[in-house]
């Protein structure tokens, strides 16, 4: 059994001049710089995910808080307060050389993604890093200074047994409509407790999970892009012959 197939030429020609008004309304200006911002949300869109789903994780250990390990810093990957790395977001496009950019203006990020980072000191003149003792300080996202309680200079032991300085609540604080506010002396909600451990120093180790992988963030970008074509192509229209 043999079976004839019959190439219209006419139609390889209308499809080839489809295809070149594809591609040259691809090229006009206008255009490229809509693929280009599609590929730059794509892998926004891909960081702001990852960040979202690290601010879910749940502390890495309940011992001694190195470093914010125990009590993490409140909407440091992701939150509504304009600080969160998915707030720190940057991009841009230039259309004429058919380039992108994402950027993240974050100091702790690149010490996050550093093969060995360099210790955390403290900085303008302070000799100590004051390091959260409690979730409350964690949440507090003002200077120590200015934390709602009267603050004092104490050396007390860690839960690892070590005598460490520390500030120390000298008077009491309490939560009001999920804000910390003094509560004055005389009542059982934080006097005495170590509010701050106050160190010279910290070591961290690399985040190796610190941003999504080239991958996921090259898929988001793609799938943006191809979107975009899609729609241009669709609003172009095709001709075929009858």
Same mark, same amino acid.
Request: charged fraction near 25%; hydrophobic fraction near 30%; charge should be positive.
């Given at each position: 059994?043999?079976?004839?197939?019959?190439?219209?030429?006419?139609?390889?020609?209308?499809?080839?001049?489809?295809?070149?008004?594809?591609?040259?309304?691809?090229?006009?200006?206008?255009?490229?710089?809509?693929?280009?911002?599609?590929?730059?949300?794509?892998?926004?869109?891909?960081?702001?995910?990852? &960040?979202?789903?690290?601010?879910?994780?749940?502390?890495? *250990?309940?011992? &001694?808080?190195w470093f914010g390990q125990a009590y993490p810093k409140r909407y440091f990957w992701h939150g509504s307060r304009g600080n969160s790395l998915s707030d720190k977001i940057r991009k841009s496009s230039f259309? *004429?050389?058919?380039?992108?950019?994402?950027?993240?203006? *974050?100091?702790?990020?690149?010490?996050?993604?550093?093969?060995?980072?360099?210790?955390?000191?403290?900085?303008?003149?302070?000799?100590?890093?004051?390091?959260?003792?409690?979730?409350?300080?964690?949440?507090?996202?003002?200077?120590?200074?200015? &934390?709602?309680?009267?603050?004092? &200079?104490?050396?007390?032991?860690?839960?690892?047994?070590?005598?460490?300085?520390?500030?120390?609540?000298?008077?009491?604080?309490?939560?009001?409509?999920?804000?910390?506010?003094?509560?004055?002396?005389?009542?059982? *909600?934080?006097?005495?407790?170590?509010?701050?451990?106050?160190?010279?120093?910290?070591?961290?180790?690399?985040?190796?999970?610190?941003?999504?992988?080239?991958?996921?963030?090259?898929?988001?970008?793609?799938?943006?892009?191809?979107?975009?074509?899609?729609?241009?192509?669709?609003?172009?229209?095709?001709?075929?012959?009858?």
């Amino acid at each position: 059994m043999s079976v004839e197939i019959t190439f219209d030429e006419r139609l390889f020609d209308e499809t080839r001049k489809a295809v070149e008004r594809h591609i040259n309304q691809l090229n006009r200006p206008e255009c490229r710089k809509e693929l280009i911002e599609a590929a730059n949300q794509g892998v926004v869109n891909a960081l702001r995910r990852h &960040f979202a789903e690290r601010q879910k994780e749940q502390p890495k *250990s309940t011992g &001694f808080p190195w470093f914010g390990q125990a009590y993490p810093k409140r909407y440091f990957w992701h939150g509504s307060r304009g600080n969160s790395l998915s707030d720190k977001i940057r991009k841009s496009s230039f259309p *004429s050389r058919m380039e992108g950019w994402v950027g993240i203006d *974050s100091p702790a990020l690149k010490h996050k993604l550093a093969v060995n980072p360099p210790p955390i000191t403290p900085k303008g003149g302070r000799r100590y890093l004051a390091i959260p003792a409690n979730p409350n300080a964690a949440e507090w996202e003002k200077e120590p200074r200015n &934390f709602p309680a009267e603050l004092a &200079f104490r050396y007390r032991p860690t839960p690892d047994g070590h005598w460490l300085p520390c500030l120390v609540a000298e008077s009491n604080y309490k939560k009001v409509n999920g804000r910390l506010a003094s509560s004055g002396k005389g009542g059982k *909600s934080g006097e005495q407790t170590v509010v701050y451990w106050l160190v010279h120093q910290v070591r961290t180790k690399r985040d190796p999970n610190a941003l999504p992988t080239e991958e996921v963030m090259k898929d988001s970008a793609t799938s943006a892009v191809a979107s975009v074509v899609r729609r241009l192509v669709i609003s172009t229209g095709t001709t075929t012959p009858t």
